[in-house]
C-alpha cells in the first residue's frame, strides 16, 4: 500500500490499514527503543501508542502529512521514547519511602481507581480488569473479548486506558494520590 491508500483507509475507519502498518514498520520502529536501553514490551507499547497517536491524526482529517509514514512514526516513537527515559530518570532520581505509599493510602488510590473502571463501558471495564487485575497478555485478550486480532485489543486497551486517565483527571487531583 502506497502513504496516500493507507491514509484514505484511516480516514474511512478501516482498520486493517492499522494492521498493515503495524506488520510493515514494526522491526524499525521497536529497534528505536531496543538499540536505546529498552525492552522488547517498552519496545511494543512504544511502537502501539505511536500507532494510535497516527491514527487519531489520521482519521481526524488534521494530519498533513510533509514526509513518508514511516518517518512520521518513527519521530513519534522517538519522541515517546525519550520522554519515557526522562521519567524514569526522574523516578529513579527520587529516594521513596515504599512502606509509606503502602496501607491505607495505597487502598484509598485503588478504590479511586476501582471507582472510575466501573464507570467505563463493559468493553472496557473487562479488558482493563483483564489486563491490570487478571494479569492476561493482549492475545488472551483478544480472544476472551472476541476481537480480530491481537493489535485490535492493543488499541481498544489504550483507548480505554485513556478513558480512564481523563476521568480520573477530572475528578481527582494529584494530591488525592500523593500526600
Known amino acids: 500500500m502506497k502513504d496516500r491508500e493507507i491514509l484514505d483507509r484511516i480516514s474511512k475507519g478501516d482498520e486493517r490499514a492499522l494492521d498493515y502498518l503495524y506488520k510493515k514498520y514494526y522491526k524499525m520502529m521497536t529497534n528505536i527503543v531496543l538499540k ?5 514490551d517498552e519496545a511494543k507499547d512504544v511502537y502501539q501508542e505511536a500507532l494510535v497517536v497516527f491514527w487519531q491524526k489520521a482519521a481526524s482529517g ?4 510533509t514526509s513518508k509514514i514511516s518517518t512520521f ?7 515517546q521514547w525519550r520522554k519515557e527515559l526522562d521519567r524514569k530518570s526522574r523516578l529513579s532520581s527520587e529516594e521513596v519511602d515504599k512502606e509509606e505509599y503502602q496501607s491505607h493510602d495505597e487502598q484509598e488510590r ?6 472510575c473502571i466501573s464507570e467505563l463501558g463493559e468493553t472496557c471495564k473487562r479488558i482493563l ?3 491490570y487485575f487478571d494479569g492476561l497478555n493482549m492475545s488472551d485478550i483478544a480472544e ?3 476481537f480480530a486480532n491481537t ?8 483507548k480505554c486506558k485513556k478513558k ?13 494520590f500523593f500526600d
Do not use: F, H, P, W
Open 36 to 40: 536505546n536501553n529498552g525492552t522488547l
Open 62 to 65: 488534521k494530519l498533513v502529512l
Open 73 to 79: 512514526l518513527y519521530s513519534i516513537c522517538l519522541n
Open 129 to 131: 480488569t483483564y489486563y
Open 144 to 146: 476472551k473479548m472476541n
Open 110 to 115: 485503588y478504590k479511586i481507581v476501582m471507582q
Open 164 to 176: 480512564l486517565d481523563s476521568l480520573i483527571k477530572e475528578r481527582y487531583t494529584t494530591t488525592d
Open 151 to 158: 493489535d485490535t485489543a492493543k488499541t481498544k486497551k489504550y
